[in-house]
């Protein structure tokens, strides 16, 4: 039996028997998720999706990896910058991965300005953050370019070896790289909102949420560090193997 819900008033309401009642329960209130607002279990579900999304890219590529006849480019020499007249290897990479685990400690801090309801301090953390994500799209866009223009990968071909490297690459980086792209877009718009207070009076419109409540700035939260996480494994995965 379907247990009954509770009025504002506290008086309990008894609900249908069988299916009915299961109907009236999830349509009494926008949040069936008891005590978890929509958008953040609706965010859970993305992520969960977007995580085999991910797991199908990664594992794919170790297939073709481990499968492949012709010989595997070495990371530590695609991926090297020339400085001072030294090959460093994946030096930019290092820098790359430094910059978006920053970013998620400013994102942590942000949501927990955010429920303290500093708006200045959440909007600062907020702009930041999406200023170092910022910065590792321009630093992959610059990758990108080199093993392009410099190294003639295509996604179709090689010259260095095995020809599904570039198509592995282009593939499992662009689709994270686009991840931190809207990420950004979405922390800007976020942070504009924060600071002219639309989550205290509950102002109409995208990305609101509920009255006084910062509960968006928290699932912004749970996007960044998934993407975060995210490229951990593809930093190892492929960079490192």
């Known amino acids: 039996m379907t247990q009954p819900v509770l009025t504002t008033t506290g008086e309990s309401l008894p609900l249908p028997e069988g299916l009915p009642g299961v109907v009236a329960d999830w349509s009494s209130d926008q949040r069936a998720f008891k005590n978890v607002p929509w958008g953040k279990a609706m965010m859970w579900i993305f992520l969960l999706s977007d995580t085999f999304i991910f797991s199908s890219f ?3 590529y170790m297939t073709v990896r481990m499968s492949t006849t012709d010989p595997w480019p070495n990371p530590s020499e695609v991926f090297a910058l020339t400085l001072w007249g030294k090959k460093i290897p994946l030096i930019l990479i ?4 430094f910059i978006l685990i920053s970013s998620s400690g400013t994102m942590a801090m942000a949501v927990n300005f955010g429920y303290r309801k ?5 909007f600062v953390l907020l702009l930041i953050t999406a200023a170092l994500g910022a910065s590792f799209v321009g630093m992959q866009a610059f990758e990108w370019t080199k093993l392009i223009v410099d190294e003639g990968v295509r996604p179709w071909g090689n010259p260095m ?3 599904q490297f570039g198509s592995s690459f282009f593939m499992i980086t662009g689709f994270h790289g686009t991840h931190v792209s809207i990420g950004v877009i979405f922390l800007v718009i976020v942070a504009i909102k924060v600071l002219r207070g639309d989550l205290d009076r509950q102002t109409p419109g995208f990305l609101t949420g509920r009255k006084g409540n910062y509960e968006m700035v928290e699932i912004m939260g749970l996007y960044w560090h998934f993407v975060d996480l995210v490229w951990v494994f593809i930093f190892a995965l492929f960079y490192l193997w």
């Open 94 to 97: 290092a820098i790359m991965t």
């Open 58 to 60: 990664l594992i794919s």
């Open 118 to 122: 500093d708006r200045v301090k959440t």
């Open 161 to 163: 070896g095995a020809a």
